[in-house]
């Protein structure tokens, strides 16, 4: 069973910074895709960004340059540096990992942890 730990959440200041990493454990062959999606209250969820085993990238439209996605492959664990935050990034940000076993793949997510930007 794959587990997901997300960690760096918070309350950050409007035009401030935080990072959030969430890493993966249990029996899987490989991560094929990890990042993050979030969800506002009375919103429903979105893509914040995906980055592939190969290190391709992704962002939803509402990031402008402001996010940046990583990964170490070797700890099975993604990064996102969030800059240039403002009250509409508050959100519950979940970790997302497609992860591939001996019978196929499998989508995964965190527990989610909470992004709180005050104004």
């Known amino acids: 069973q794959v587990q997901l730990v997300e960690s760096g959440g918070g309350l950050v200041q409007a035009g401030g910074s935080l990072r959030l990493s969430c890493a993966a454990s249990?029996?899987?062959?490989?991560?094929?895709?990890m990042g993050w999606y979030r969800q506002a209250p009375g919103k429903e969820r979105e893509l914040v960004s995906l980055?592939?085993?190969?290190?391709?990238?992704s962002y939803g439209d509402f990031v402008k340059g402001r996010f940046t996605i990583s990964r170490d492959t070797a700890k099975n664990t993604a990064f996102l540096q969030m800059n240039s935050l403002d009250a509409a990034d508050t959100a519950v940000y979940y970790c997302?990992?497609?992860?591939?076993?001996?019978?196929?793949?499998?989508?995964?997510w965190g527990p989610g942890t909470l992004v709180t930007v005050s104004s």
């Open positions: 997302y990992a497609k992860t591939d076993h001996y019978v196929g793949y499998d989508e995964n």
């Open positions: 249990g029996g899987f062959l490989a991560i094929l895709l």
């Open positions: 980055i592939t085993a190969s290190g391709r990238t």
